[in-house]
């Protein structure tokens, strides 16, 4: 049974946001400083890479565990736990750089610690919004957390760099420590609702029985398992584009670092719009249909991007917007279809199952990305990827039943009992 959404349970869900954006911010610089210092540390794109890689590990194996603890324990405590794990291996790490004994492998393992943590608090946080927001303000909220946090992914790199020039890499650190100070005051101060669960669903219920629950879920729901599949496909065509842009714009384009910069704040711009959009607007008629839509203006951008003039960065710049606002909007209203359409007890398992999927086809493109465009070269390599994303949304949207997913009944309320 959903727990009841109240006036009080929104607000109190306003003040906990408030907070994680400050949480966000402090991770966004700290992920800054550290990529700073293995950059010139190390002076190796493979190290780069590795460390890159060693975060999406724990996403991918701990994340459907973490979904079903998020749905079976109280998510607050959860969440306490998590952030302040992080922040005490953040702490153990400025130690490190006080007493001078960092080392690559050292900042290799807090990559991994602060990706566990992370990989139990999304889903958690994820997972608590339908049980706070209320059902006419999903899509909005939804909307406005990918906006927030697309300004925070703009001026995080900014204010990272600004402390890099007046302090050193261990003094850097402290401001995890403050951002979770100031997101822990909120959350000891709200209350957030505990899930009822089905009278008949064992109390003592086990891991791979959980997990088999979720999958039973996606399965069930109409759409929900064809729409993962696509994003899976879809995530994995669109890392080409988005781990070469900065070999793209500085050797294939002779651009500078700066210039690159530029592109970067480009690409914001147009997520920051996205994410207006989505938090202005109220009601969406059709969602599979606006993500359809999405998909095709992304698409659009990319071609303009590989098909720019070489050396014309100015052009690759005004159409960089058109790739930025996709996320914001495409994942806005997905994960508002996955709180209107999964009951929230669920919600946890399915989401983690979701990100594992996504996080298991990032890594893969982005390894293969590399030989390819030295293959055929990286703007034909962004063309092609950019016609098999379009090919293969229209294909599921035409083929499957991923329409159905996307219309959503005023009163509707999934009840799913397993």
């Given at each position: 049974m959903e727990t009841q959404l109240e006036k009080k349970n929104f607000k109190s869900y306003l003040i906990f946001w408030i907070g994680q954006i400050f949480s966000i911010f402090g991770s966004n610089i700290v992920f800054f400083v550290l990529i700073t210092w293995i950059t010139v540390t190390t002076q190796n794109p493979v190290a780069i890479s590795f460390a890159a890689f060693s975060y999406f590990i724990p996403m991918i194996v701990i994340s459907p565990i973490a979904g079903i603890i998020s749905d079976r324990h109280d998510r607050k405590k959860i969440i306490i736990t998590a952030d302040s794990l992080q922040a005490f291996s953040?702490?153990?790490?400025?130690?490190?750089?006080?007493?001078?004994?960092?080392?690559?492998?050292?900042?290799?393992?807090?990559?991994?610690?602060?990706?566990?943590?992370?990989?139990?608090?999304?889903?958690?946080?994820?997972?608590?919004?339908?049980?706070?927001?209320?059902?006419?303000?999903?899509?909005?909220?939804?909307?406005?957390?990918?906006?927030?946090?697309?300004?925070?992914?703009?001026?995080?790199?900014?204010?990272?760099?600004f402390l890099l020039l007046f302090f050193s890499v261990g003094q850097a650190l402290w401001i995890d420590i403050i951002t979770f100070l100031i997101a822990l005051i909120p959350l000891l101060l709200i209350h957030i609702p505990s899930v009822k669960k089905h009278e008949d669903q064992h109390k003592e219920e086990s891991f791979l029985s959980s997990f088999k629950d979720g999958l039973k879920i996606i399965q069930i729901i109409p759409g929900l398992l064809s729409m993962m599949i696509a994003f899976t496909i879809l995530n994995f065509l669109q890392q080409p584009q988005g781990s070469l842009m900065p070999y793209y714009i500085i050797v294939d384009n002779g651009g500078s670092v700066l210039d690159f910069s530029i592109v970067s704040t480009a690409f914001s711009i147009g997520t920051l719009i996205g994410g207006v959009i989505t938090s202005v607007k109220k009601n969406w008629k059709h969602y599979m249909r606006a993500i359809l839509i999405t998909y095709m203006i992304m698409s659009l951008g990319q071609i303009l991007i590989?098909?720019?003039?070489?050396?014309?960065?100015?052009?690759?710049?005004?159409?960089?917007?058109?790739?930025?606002?996709?996320?914001?909007?495409?994942?806005?209203?997905?994960?508002?279809?996955?709180?209107?359409?999964?009951?929230?007890?669920?919600?946890?398992?399915?989401?983690?199952?979701?990100?594992?999927?996504?996080?298991?086809?990032?890594?893969?493109?982005?390894?293969?990305?590399?030989?390819?465009?030295?293959f055929m070269g990286t703007a034909n390599l962004f063309i092609f990827a950019t016609i098999l994303i379009i090919t293969t949304i229209s294909l599921f949207y035409i083929f499957t039943n991923i329409r159905t997913l996307g219309i959503i009944e005023e009163e509707e309320k999934t009840e799913i009992i397993i």
């Open positions: 953040t702490f153990i790490l400025i130690l490190f750089f006080i007493f001078n004994w960092v080392q690559y492998w050292i900042i290799l393992i807090f990559t991994l610690i602060r990706s566990t943590c992370q990989a139990f608090h999304n889903p958690v946080v994820n997972a608590i919004i339908p049980t706070m927001v209320p059902k006419d303000k999903l899509s909005r909220i939804n909307g406005l957390n990918f906006l927030l946090s697309s300004f925070v992914n703009i001026i995080g790199p900014m204010v990272g760099g590989a098909t720019a003039p070489t050396g014309f960065i100015y052009l690759i710049a005004i159409y960089a917007p058109l790739v930025g606002l996709a996320a914001p909007v495409i994942n806005s209203l997905w994960f508002t279809m996955i709180h209107l359409k999964v009951p929230h007890d669920k919600v946890g398992r399915v989401v983690s199952i979701d990100t594992t999927l996504s996080f298991i086809a990032m890594p893969i493109g982005t390894i293969l990305a590399g030989p390819l465009a030295l």
